[in-house]
Structure formats: structure tokens, C-alpha cells
């Protein structure tokens, strides 16, 4: 049956339903900081930008284990690695941590990490 309509009551409540329910879907995560690294094609290890992303990021694992300034090992953790498209290498996210000051990768041992 017509006319159909709905009151301001009820325009006001579904309104504030679709906010709360929307506002669980667009909720700000904390953002988590993390290294980034460059593998280059030649072999060489370069440390990128720090960056803080609000999602883990995706990828390849793989192993990385986490040196001081004096090479002493602070352990292993699993980093995130996006190969380039068109040559050898990639980009290497790992979180970020104060004390790390170098990893190996692959075998590989990364420069000295520059304070920023």
C-alpha cells in the first residue's frame, strides 16, 4: 500500500545505525613502524625510508636475523619481501626496532643502518 515514507524518527535512527555501523569498518589502527630495505640486482643491501603502515604488509617471508652495531645477533624474525617486477631484487619490510642496526639476508650482511 502507498504513499510509503519513512517518519524522522526512524530516518534519524537508521541514520545513526549506518554511522556506528560504518565508523567499525573505517576505524584509524595504530599505525606500526617498520625498516625497509632495497636488495639490488648486483647484490648490494640498502636501507630505505623508514615507514609506519596501519596493515601488515604483504608479501614473501623471509628469514632475516637482526644485528646490533657490534654484529652481536639480537635473533631472527620473519621479514615481508615484494621482488621487482622487471629485474633481481626487492624491497624487505621489517619491523622496526632501536637496536637493530644490520641484518643478514640470504647470506647477505646489510651496511650499517643510518640514524634518521
Known amino acids: ?28 589502527a595504530t599505525p606500526t613502524a617498520y625498516h625497509s630495505l632495497w636488495l639490488h640486482p648486483d647484490g648490494r643491501i640498502e636501507w630505505g625510508p623508514r615507514r609506519s603502515l596501519v596493515e601488515a604488509p604483504q608479501g614473501e617471508l623471509r628469514e632475516v636475523e637482526l644485528l646490533d652495531r657490534d654484529g652481536e645477533s639480537l635473533g631472527f624474525v620473519d621479514a615481508t619481501f615484494s621482488p621487482f617486477s622487471h629485474v633481481d631484487g626487492g624491497a624487505l619490510i621489517l619491523p622496526a626496532d632501536p637496536d637493530v642496526d644490520r641484518v643478514v639476508i640470504d647470506g647477505r650482511r646489510s651496511p650499517i643502518r643510518p640514524r634518521r
Open 1 to 28: 500500500c502507498g504513499p510509503y515514507w519513512v517518519s524522522a524518527f526512524t530516518f534519524d535512527a537508521l541514520f545513526e545505525r549506518l554511522e556506528g555501523i560504518d565508523s567499525l569498518y573505517n576505524a584509524r
